[in-house]
């Protein structure tokens, strides 16, 4: 039996499809069992179940839409550029400019995200 690997591209695609739907059960399962993603002003998120909390407890949008501007893939990293319009938990609406850099590991899994928002710090 033949398995289809779905390409680093089509993968990031889908994440976002998820996460953007709140199909938090089906978006962890695209990382690997120890997948590390690093976001500004967390701890690293380690494996599916701290993924899965952060999406179901931790993370500050209630809802949203992730829009790509760029896809870039090279080997096993895909690279996005893109812009997210939503609303935070507190109800407050949200416009930011994200980057997004993806590690796609030989099972086809994700082993690594780290995210980069367009935001001011000084």
Known sequence: MTQHTISGEDLVRRYYELVD???VDNLVVLFGTEAVYHRPGYDPLRGRDQLKRFYLEQ???????HTLDAVIVSGPQVAVQGSFHGV??????????FADFFTVSR???FSRRDTFFFAPLI
Not at 59 to 65: A, D, L, S, T, Y
Not at 91 to 96: E, L, N, Q, R, T
């Open 21 to 23: 739907n709140r199909d």
């Open 59 to 65: 993370r500050v949008i209630r809802e949203g839409k």
């Open 88 to 97: 935070l938990r507190d109800g407050k609406i949200v416009d930011a400019r």
């Open 107 to 109: 099972d086809g899994t």
